[in-house]
């Protein structure tokens, strides 16, 4: 049964009582909009899927952000980029309430960020437009927080979680970089000629095992087994371990490298190897190729190879899906078509 009640500042508070469900109360501007929530409140307590918007109007996203940052993102997440996602989320929508987060409203956050420079680039008037796959992860992040909300803090939304039904940017094709014979040795070459002496060890290391950066930068002593050939990863990426097989290239690297008494393989920090090896891809004369590059180009030589499976790639490389695998069996088609005659 719904009661109505005029207040003494003009508006007029709509209270809906029904029996196997707490009491309901909203106040509102017009009688008439009070009228029209209490029946929407009715008709879904008939169905049996009513879900109060009380907790949800009371909480805004910048608490659920700051219980995610707390309590979920240290032990599911590596690095810092989810914390830069989170800001960047927090900046433009942590004064909305979670009942105010409507499709409309992510969609408005979308189109926004697709606007903002790239901020790698110091001239922001001359700079790109932030990529499609970073807005993407971003959103993605959005929905993961709004889950979160529901299943660890029981606050429901009660229209759901309004990032399901957004268009999610569409990603640039993935690069095809690869270096040329030239190129290669050009680069080593130059990494050898660099004042930071871990840098030609890191790029050769890259080549030979297909580790991202992080991973090989956070790479120690204790977890390399050179006699069985095997690099051990407890944590990568995508939070789970991986056994990463040495080429005897590999190990000839790792042989002729001092130990470090921190016990890590290249004791460098990320920014400092970034740094020296943007200056050698410089002085090789290397347009347009990035650290990330290397790890494709490690795939690809091994997809070249003709004698490993998919399966056998994903497990060199750590993908949980074959999808971004076969991208780089699908680069050697013509490889392929060679070998059925």
């Not at 990529?131 to 803090?153: F, H, N, Q, R, Y």
Request: charged residues 30%; hydrophobic residues 40%; aromatic residues 6%.
């Amino acid at each position: 049964m719904a009661n109505f009640f005029p207040r003494e500042s003009g508006y007029w508070q709509a209270r809906v009582r029904r029996k196997g469900w707490p009491s309901q109360s909203k106040t509102f501007a017009k009688k008439s909009e009070a009228e029209a929530w209490a029946r929407s409140v009715e008709a879904e307590m008939d169905r049996g899927a009513f879900v109060s918007a009380a907790p949800a109007e009371r909480t805004l996203l910048k608490d659920v952000i700051t219980n995610f940052r707390t309590d979920i993102a240290p032990h599911h997440y590596r690095g810092n980029a989810w914390e830069h996602k989170l800001d960047r989320l927090e900046t433009r929508l942590g004064e909305y309430s979670l009942a105010a987060l409507t499709p409309e409203r992510v969609s408005w956050y979308r189109d926004e960020r697709l606007k903002d420079p790239d901020p790698r680039y110091k001239d922001a008037k001359a700079a790109p437009r932030i990529s499609p796959a970073t807005v993407k992860t971003e959103i993605d992040m959005l929905s993961k927080v709004l889950d979160v909300a529901g299943k660890e803090m029981r606050i429901r939304i009660p229209m759901g979680n309004p990032v399901k039904n957004v268009r999610k940017p569409v990603s640039s094709p993935p690069r095809e970089r690869r270096l040329t014979a030239e190129e290669a040795n050009a680069l080593l070459e130059a990494c050898g000629k660099s004042l930071n002496t871990w840098l030609r060890p890191a790029v050769q290391l890259a080549i030979e095992t297909a580790m991202r950066q992080g991973e090989l930068l956070s790479l120690a002593w204790a977890n390399v087994d050179t006699e069985k050939r095997v690099a051990y990863l407890a944590l990568t990426k995508n939070g789970s371990s991986r056994a990463v097989p040495l080429s005897s290239r590999a190990i000839a690297v790792l042989a002729a490298l001092p130990k470090d008494i921190k016990g890590r393989v290249i004791p460098v920090e990320k920014q400092t190897l970034h740094s020296a090896f943007k200056t050698a891809c410089s002085r090789a004369n290397l347009k347009d190729f990035r650290w990330h590059d290397l790890r494709h180009e490690s795939l690809s030589r091994l997809a070249e190879r003709g004698d490993l499976s998919v399966l056998e790639l994903s497990a060199i490389s750590g993908h949980k899906t074959l999808r971004l695998v076969q991208m780089y069996v699908q680069l050697h088609a013509s490889q392929l078509a060679a070998k059925l005659g």
